[in-house]
């Protein structure tokens, strides 16, 4: 059965670079979410998107943004990095609304 | 105090046992609860679903949720060695929208399951 997506596996970038990471969703998964973990730490919800409208925000900085397109797969960009972005950026995606979300494996990001 | 609290363990059993792992709630607007399965440097695979109270079972694997309780288990009968990884608790409330996909994740627990 197919997946989630996302891409790449790994991303190494200096501070103050940008990065921009990729999620496809499982085929017609409408919401896609967007979660950040961090070592040792449980995934934390940053964004997510219905129908290519962003649709809640969580504790998403103001340097990272994202988007959903007309293909339904969803880009999160991030700016100006830091070392605390460093992290495990997770996507999933949803297709009902009894909250079954399906994850990716993973970007795993390193900021130096 | 987080919303969601999960004993991080570790968790160390012999194959055949009888795992059970627990996780309780503050938040009593959550409505879906979850049970997800993490692999080392991997996406979380979601194991168990649950809307509001009840138990469901599904293999060697059963679900229970008491919301008077706020409290929350994941039973692994004949666990196995291929059972070892993190296990994260999840639940969501329905606010609206898609609000419901906004999970609250326990901190996980690490279980081995040796042979």
């Known amino acids: 059965a197919a997946g989630v997506i996302q891409s790449p596996r790994h991303l190494i970038k200096e501070k103050r670079e940008t990065a921009t990471l990729k999620c496809y969703p499982i085929p017609r998964h409408d919401t896609v979410y967007w979660y950040q973990q961090g070592p040792g730490q449980d995934p934390q919800f940053l964004i997510s998107?219905?129908?290519?409208?962003?649709?809640d925000k969580g504790s998403i900085p103001d340097r990272f943004s994202a988007q959903q397109f007309s293909d339904y797969h969803s880009e999160l960009n991030m700016s100006s990095l830091e070392l605390g972005d460093s992290a495990l950026y997770f996507c999933?995606?949803?297709?009902?609304?009894?909250?079954?979300?399906?994850f990716g494996s993973g970007t795993q990001l390193s900021v130096l | 105090q987080k919303e969601v609290e999960q004993d991080p363990g570790p968790l160390s059993v012999p194959e055949g046992a009888i795992v059970s792992l627990n996780c309780t709630y503050s938040?009593?607007?959550?409505?879906?609860f979850m049970w997800y399965r993490q692999y080392s440097r991997k996406g979380p695979e979601l194991l168990m679903y649950?809307?509001?109270?009840g138990n469901k079972e599904d293999g060697r694997f059963t679900a229970q949720v008491d919301k008077s309780s706020k409290y929350i288990s994941l039973f692994i009968r004949d666990s196995q060695p291929s059972d070892s990884a993190t296990y994260l608790c999840?639940?969501?409330?329905?606010?609206?929208?898609?609000?419901?996909?906004?999970?609250?994740f326990g901190q996980g627990t690490i279980l081995t399951v040796h042979p």
């Open positions: 649950t809307y509001s109270s």
């Open positions: 999840a639940m969501s409330a329905n606010a609206g929208g898609t609000s419901y996909g906004k999970l609250t």
């Open positions: 998107f219905y129908e290519k409208m962003q649709s």
């Open positions: 938040n009593s607007a959550f409505q879906y």
């Open positions: 999933a995606s949803s297709f009902d609304v009894r909250g079954r979300l399906f």
